[in-house]
């Protein structure tokens, strides 16, 4: 039987395993960490990621989690709207909204898609061998027909693979993300931007607030109390904001630098090694599609790498490998650029710029109500590869998937 090995436990490798688990292959999945324990907090599963997972059979369950409703959108630091739409108004357009929700429970439905019997925790990979198709690590050499390097932004296979790459590059903001129960608070899913300052939040399952914040900042820079950092920063902004952030509790609150991709790589693929996720295309996530486009990789690759080949000599996965990048590497890119592009104008502290923009998108949307929406038309129309059928379906609208 064609066997795979997949390197990292993350929304990628994960869903990776499952996808490649329905086509007949034999999947481990290695994870380093001696337990899955998802970083991130919450996490946004737009329309596009959530048609994939129904090829697996899992998008109806990721849909009973926290879906957005009411008016969302992007507003000022003092509240007012600069553009907005409806949940309901993206599901009509899309046919999907978008569901909002812990990233751990992400994580639980695709582990049990996946079978823990499939999952190998605390295993350290020190190499590849692309060519031949083997994966060390601390506890002996593994053999795969194929293997998906889903080890993250740091990617070792990536560096491995592709030394010359740059490697990503610091976007020049630092985020915040923290879970703080709502209490008796009214929550709209919204995000409010300022100089150079950007606020999210959401509501999830549970009566739960997921919040984010971006400012600009020194690559490394650390603070003694990343909430008095916030209140400081966001605490005469608009309700709820400050009253969500006296309530937070610090050891809830988790900082990061954010890196993304400023020259793509020259393919995802090499010798019997697929990328996917953050090893092949980190991403800002200005668009919320980080998740979104690894969850993609994962179910275009399986659809190309086809059905398990009961044989004992499988051949290894060959010009396929060729097909998911040429699949996969314009789309991503170009999400990457879009990313970044929001990004920079979140990063705008010169008050004449700030107003400028702000002036821009309130215009825009008064002259085109459903502007927010179909900005995002590229994006949100992708539909998945129909499981057996001709990748051709996969892509906006049917179009080609790239």
């Known amino acids: 039987m064609s066997k795979a090995v997949v390197i990292g436990g993350g929304v990628g490798g994960l869903t990776a395993g499952v996808a490649l688990r329905r086509k007949g292959w034999d999947v481990t999945v290695l994870e380093r960490a001696p337990k ?22 899992l998008g109806d369950e990721v849909r009973e989690l926290a879906r957005l409703q009411g008016q969302v959108g992007i507003r000022k630091a003092n509240g007012r709207w600069l553009v907005h739409t409806s949940g309901d108004d993206a599901e009509a357009r899309y046919g999907d909204s978008m569901v909002v929700t812990l990233r751990a429970t992400l994580m639980d439905v695709l582990m049990d898609a996946l079978g823990t019997d499939r999952l190998r925790l605390n295993t350290t990979v020190s190499g590849v061998d692309a060519d031949a198709g083997t994966v060390r690590t601390e506890d002996g050499d593994l053999a795969a027909d194929l293997i998906v390097a889903a080890d993250g932004i740091h990617s070792a296979t990536r560096r491995a693979l592709f030394p010359e790459h740059p490697g990503p590059t610091y976007s020049g903001v630092t985020a915040w993300r923290g879970l703080i129960p ?12 300022g100089r150079g300052l950007v606020f999210g939040v959401h509501l999830l399952a549970g009566d739960i607030v997921y919040v984010y914040a971006t400012d600009v900042s020194p690559a490394g820079a650390t603070h003694g109390d990343e909430r008095e950092e916030l209140l400081r920063r966001f605490g005469n902004w608009h309700e709820p904001i400050p009253t969500l952030l006296r309530t937070a509790d610090p050891a809830n609150i988790i900082r990061n630098d954010i890196y993304y991709f400023d020259t793509p790589l020259p393919a995802f693929h090499q010798g019997k090694v697929a990328l996917v996720g953050d090893a092949a295309h980190p991403m800002t996530p200005n668009l919320g599609q980080g998740a979104c486009q690894a969850i993609e990789d994962a179910i275009v690759l399986a659809h190309l790498i086809g059905p398990a080949n009961p044989a004992d000599d499988a051949e290894p996965a060959g010009g396929a490998l060729a097909a998911y990048t040429a699949a996969r590497l314009e789309r991503t890119s170009k999400i990457v650029r879009q990313a970044m592009t929001i990004c920079k104008l979140t990063k705008l502290r010169n008050p004449v710029a700030v107003g400028l923009r702000d002036f821009g998108m309130s215009a825009a949307a008064r002259l085109s109500p459903d502007l927010m929406l179909r900005s995002m038309d590229d994006l949100l129309r992708w539909r998945p590869p129909v499981m057996g059928g001709n990748d051709k379906n996969a892509g906006p609208e049917g179009a080609d998937a790239r």
């Open 36 to 57: 899955i324990d998802p970083v991130g907090s919450g996490l946004a599963i737009a329309s596009n990621a959530l048609k994939a997972l129904d090829t697996l059979d």
């Open 182 to 193: 709502r209490g008796d608070l009214t929550i709209r899913s919204t995000e409010s931007w």
